[in-house]
């Protein structure tokens, strides 16, 4: 079983950057592939960016590709999704995923998901 808790959501002007962080709880998140999702009012939950176990590969969604930048500790059990030159389409609720096993681009190929951080950016 693992517990997600996301943190370091708010409010931010276009331009600007924001750091968002997952606390996982569980013996084995180093076993684990991590991802972060979004879904802004009335679109379907897309992922953004996701990365292997032992942080070896990542993906990200063409949207975010040379503004965002997912990374993980293993040994603190987190994983952390840095968010540059953010644009006003970036607005969502973001959500950490954890599944056991090799990176998924699918929502449906996670098994924990987080209660979700609101990121705004203004214009």
């Known amino acids: 079983q693992v517990q997600l808790v996301e943190s370091g959501g708010g409010l931010v002007q276009a331009g600007g950057s924001l750091r968002l962080s997952c606390a996982a709880s569980?013996?084995?998140?180093?076993?684990?592939?991590m991802a972060w999702f979004r879904q802004a009012p009335g679109k379907e939950r897309e992922l953004v960016a996701a990365?292997?176990?032992?942080?070896?590969?990542?993906t990200y969604a063409d949207s975010v590709k040379g503004r965002f930048t997912i990374s993980r500790d293993n040994a603190k059990k987190t994983v952390n999704l840095q968010m540059t030159s953010l644009k006003p389409e970036d607005t969502a609720v973001y959500y950490c995923a954890a599944r056991d096993g090799r990176i998924s681009t699918s929502t449906h190929g996670y098994d924990y998901w987080g209660q979700g951080t609101q990121v705004t950016v203004s214009s």
């Open positions: 569980g013996r084995t998140f180093s076993s684990y592939a």
């Open positions: 990365i292997s176990s032992l942080g070896i590969s990542s």
